[in-house]
């Protein structure tokens, strides 16, 4: 059976003027309007669509994709205000989403951007948004070991540094970095659980700790360096942020990279900048 506000593997039962119909199970033929229709359709495929209700009210797929699906957190911009009903979201698809007022934190402007939570109501059967995201997140003390890697959903910056989502489920702290790279609200990237701690808060960071992040850095050096034919301006003395543009890490982690590979003769120092040093000769304190 297909699931509203979710993307579906559908089969194609009948070709019209309007588009498609596809097989929605119990919810029954589903319309997939024919702007969507690929031109590579082949006899027999299955159509891969979102399923949600348009201004009708009918339930409608599409191959366009939202900027959250049911279930999910999404960064979303005001489009329109309804003094009657609530605020409208621009989440991609030709259906503006809707969040009533009884689901909005603080009233919402045209212009606003704001992080939400995309629901179905279970009342209405039609998918909502809510900037309440604390009734949507996951309380129960997290499982989550040291060091595990994890999707992170940039929500909102405070004097320590940023609160997060963590795999769209909890919520946790990323320590501002000094140096480190500006993130924005709404930005997913992979980062770390540095540590739960006894009242179920989580720490977060976006460096892998010992061993697990200096052996992937340095092989990404490494390639760096082939792909620029063997030099980069970038040593031990970089700017962090510099760093954290061309690396995704810390500086502390850059360096520890930059020594195993000078001790294993792999590089050598230009100052500025590092060399790649394999087929060649290497001394202890080589320099260009």
Known sequence: MAIIGQRNLL??????QPGLYLDGGELGEILLPGRYIPADLVPKQKLDVFVYRDSEDRLVAT???PRAMV???????????????GAF??????????VPFREQAVPLRIGDWVVVYVALDVKTNRIIASTR????LNRDTPAYRD???VNLFIISKTPLGYNAIVNNAHQGLLFKNPGGAVLKIGARLKGFVKTVRPNGKIDLTLDAA????????TN????????????LNLDDDSPPIAIRQNFNVSKKAFKQALGKLYKSRRIAFTKPGIRLMENETWSPGSKA
């Open 71 to 85: 279930g999910e957190f999404g960064y979303m911009q005001v489009k329109n205000v309804s003094p009657q009903i």
């Open 220 to 231: 990404l050096i490494i390639a760096a360096l082939h792909l620029s034919g063997g030099k």
């Open 89 to 98: 979201l621009d989440w991609g698809l030709a259906k503006d989403l809707l």
């Open 133 to 136: 995201l604390n009734r949507h």
């Open 210 to 217: 010992g061993y697990q992040r200096v052996a992937p850095l």
């Open 147 to 149: 060091g595990q890697p």
């Open 11 to 16: 089969s194609i039962v009948r070709a019209s």
């Open 63 to 65: 191959t366009e994709k």
